[in-house]
């Protein structure tokens, strides 16, 4: 398959757990997360990246990252399944498929509705011819068809997931057992952003801002996410909002800001 570079963007990549989960969040993070991001930026000089984790019905723990390079699956699937079996996630696995199939292909009904008998079938045969040594533990698109990057990303990280029960059982799983739910490359954590004391004026422009037709926010208990097109602070008569963030872009960034939206 062809990959057109001129279109690519970011790579959206999912990783995940082959077997039932029998570390704590933390201690797959410490040893199996952590290691494929010192690899992808080693070979595949990925510079920045951002990972959020998340939790499988399954009660496993999976991760999403969001690069800035394009990675081969095959070669991806090969490094994490290699990484994960360092905590016999590979093995276990193995073992699981081969009592399963002890007697020959053996579906799972309770799939069928997302995973046709064919289908099972199909990946049974190649799982077998692998000796189940190399599961599909990972899925990679490229972020192609979202013109708000900067958006999707930051809607993506703050979403709230509220706690479910494990089916079948009376386990309630939260969204984490222990460690860090999101992190990134330490140029991007680096990055500090605009600071300034709030005045009378500052505080009534940033309630205009959160009443705007066209600006959407997400509040949580310690923060709140406002997004915006940045002409609304001019659209809106928000002058002290608009120097401040015209400022800040061309301070950091070396972005001059357009002081009139042209007609």
């Given at each position: 398959?062809?990959?057109?570079?001129n279109k690519f963007?970011?790579s959206?990549?999912?990783?995940?757990l082959?077997?039932?989960?029998?570390h704590?969040?933390?201690?797959?993070?410490n040893?199996?997360?952590?290691?494929?991001?010192?690899?992808i930026?080693k070979?595949?000089?990925?510079?920045?990246?951002?990972?959020r984790?998340?939790?499988q019905?399954?009660g496993?723990i999976?991760f999403?990252?969001?690069?800035?390079?394009f990675?081969p699956?095959?070669?991806l699937?090969?490094?994490?399944n290699?990484?994960?079996n360092k905590?016999?996630?590979i093995?276990?696995?193995?073992?699981?498929q081969q009592k399963?199939?002890s007697?020959?292909?053996r579906?799972?009904?309770?799939l069928y509705p997302t995973?046709?008998?064919?289908?099972?079938?199909?990946?049974?045969?190649?799982?077998?011819?692998?000796h189940w040594n190399n599961?599909n533990?990972?899925d990679i698109?490229?972020?192609?068809?979202i013109?708000n990057?900067k958006k999707?990303?930051?809607?993506y990280?703050?979403k709230h997931e509220?706690p479910?029960q494990?089916?079948?059982?009376?386990i309630?799983i939260?969204?984490y057992?222990?460690g860090?739910?999101w992190?990134?490359?330490?140029?991007l954590s680096n990055?500090?952003g605009a600071r300034?004391e709030i005045d009378?004026?500052?505080?009534?422009?940033l309630q205009q801002?959160?009443?705007?037709?066209n600006?959407?926010t997400?509040?949580?208990?310690?923060f709140?996410v406002i997004?915006f097109?940045?002409?609304?602070?001019?659209?809106?008569?928000?002058?002290?909002l608009?120097r401040?963030?015209?400022?800040?872009?061309?301070?950091t960034?070396?972005f001059?800001i357009?002081?009139?939206?042209a007609?």
């Amino acid at each position: 398959m062809k990959y057109s570079l001129n279109k690519f963007k970011i790579s959206f990549i999912t990783l995940t757990l082959p077997s039932a989960q029998i570390h704590d969040d933390k201690e797959i993070i410490n040893k199996c997360l952590n290691q494929i991001l010192i690899e992808i930026k080693k070979y595949y000089k990925v510079r920045n990246y951002i990972w959020r984790a998340e939790k499988q019905k399954n009660g496993n723990i999976h991760f999403h990252i969001l690069t800035d390079k394009f990675i081969p699956w095959q070669e991806l699937r090969d490094r994490w399944n290699r990484i994960l079996n360092k905590i016999g996630y590979i093995d276990a696995y193995r073992v699981s498929q081969q009592k399963w199939h002890s007697q020959g292909f053996r579906p799972r009904p309770e799939l069928y509705p997302t995973w046709s008998k064919e289908k099972q079938y199909k990946a049974y045969l190649r799982g077998a011819k692998q000796h189940w040594n190399n599961p599909n533990t990972t899925d990679i698109h490229a972020v192609q068809k979202i013109h708000n990057i900067k958006k999707y990303i930051s809607k993506y990280m703050t979403k709230h997931e509220a706690p479910f029960q494990i089916k079948g059982t009376n386990i309630k799983i939260g969204i984490y057992q222990t460690g860090r739910i999101w992190g990134c490359n330490r140029e991007l954590s680096n990055i500090t952003g605009a600071r300034s004391e709030i005045d009378n004026q500052l505080e009534n422009e940033l309630q205009q801002l959160f009443d705007a037709e066209n600006v959407h926010t997400y509040s949580d208990v310690y923060f709140s996410v406002i997004y915006f097109d940045y002409r609304e602070l001019e659209l809106n008569g928000l002058d002290a909002l608009f120097r401040l963030f015209s400022s800040y872009m061309f301070e950091t960034f070396g972005f001059p800001i357009q002081t009139k939206i042209a007609a």
